[in-house]
């Protein structure tokens, strides 16, 4: 199951830089890929503002 950046999101980039397939994209509020996402949960983990859940 893909994870999804809420609306919390403060735009860090750190989620980004942890992901191990590039699957995050830049913006505003960053977006996850749900095709290329293996849902290692690095993302998650390192998100400051726990802005990112599983779907």
Excluded: H, N
Excluded at 6 to 19: K, M, S, V, Y
């Amino acid at each position: 199951m893909p994870r999804k950046i809420l609306e919390t999101c403060i735009g860090c980039g750190t989620c980004a830089g942890e992901c191990p397939v590039e699957a995050i994209s830049e913006g505003e509020i960053y977006k996850i890929d749900a095709d290329k996402c293996i849902d290692c949960g690095a993302c998650q983990a390192a998100c400051p503002t726990e802005s990112i859940v599983e779907e």
